[in-house]
T-cell receptor
């Protein structure tokens, strides 16, 4: 049973560039959430996708966008990269069960460095 | 405005002793709390959770205590093992909101 997979594992970009990160959820999961983890901090919620729509969004600018595909996989896009975007980007999958809380299953993350 | 705080960045304990990790929250709308463990180069993994209708939940060596009036929860690990050395994140969520809000983590080191 494959867990959450993310690609690439590491990425180096320069300021102003655009980046796309990819995530495949755990088998059987239909919801993907993206988190940004800066050094020394906890994961910060970016947004959540279910049924190919953005369901919730955290306090991140419009430069951060995403997409979910019919097979539940997801992409995170960041435009006009800033130095402050350097962080570990974590993808988490879960089951969307309405009002029921659900633990998250995380991938190993993509380490993005912006130079 | 950090709604979930883990005020101890690090904790060191001797193998076999108890580890107590603390977490405070400010948002009274949170009704579900989770602890995750993170090893280097891996994503966080779920450890244990507790609903706001309970004050204690136990799973093997791990017990989470919730004090709603104080908006405080703690994770107890007994007995601590060297393999427990990791970063522990406290997270809180609201049933209707779905998203999880994380603390900044506590690095636990268990010395043999």
């Amino acid at each position: 049973d494959a867990g959450v997979t993310q690609s690439p594992t590491h990425l180096i970009k320069t300021r102003g560039q655009q980046v796309t990160l990819r995530c495949s959820p755990k088998s059987g999961h239909d919801t993907v959430s993206w988190y940004q983890q800066a050094l020394g901090q906890g994961p910060q919620f970016i947004f959540q996708y279910y049924e190919e729509e953005e369901r919730q969004r955290g306090n991140f600018p419009d430069r951060f966008s995403g997409h979910q595909f019919p097979n539940y996989s997801s992409e995170l896009n960041v435009n006009a990269l800033l130095l402050g975007d350097s962080a570990l980007y974590l993808c988490a999958s879960s089951l969307f069960m309405g009002a029921t809380n659900e633990k998250l299953f995380f991938g190993s993350g993509t380490q993005l460095s912006v130079l | 405005d950090q709604q979930v705080k883990q005020n101890s960045p690090s904790l060191s304990v001797q193998e076999g002793r108890i580890s107590i990790l603390n977490c405070d929250y400010t948002n009274s709308m949170f009704d579900y709390f989770l602890w995750y463990k993170k090893y280097p180069a891996e994503g966080p993994t779920f450890l244990i959770s507790i609903s706001s209708i309970k004050d204690k939940n136990e799973d093997g060596r791990f017990t989470v205590f919730l004090n709603k009036s104080a908006k405080h929860l703690s994770l107890h690990i007994v007995p601590s093992q060297p393999g427990d050395s990791a970063v522990y994140f406290c997270a809180a969520t609201n049933t209707n909101a779905g998203k999880s809000t994380f603390g900044d983590g506590t690095t636990l080191t268990v010395k043999p």
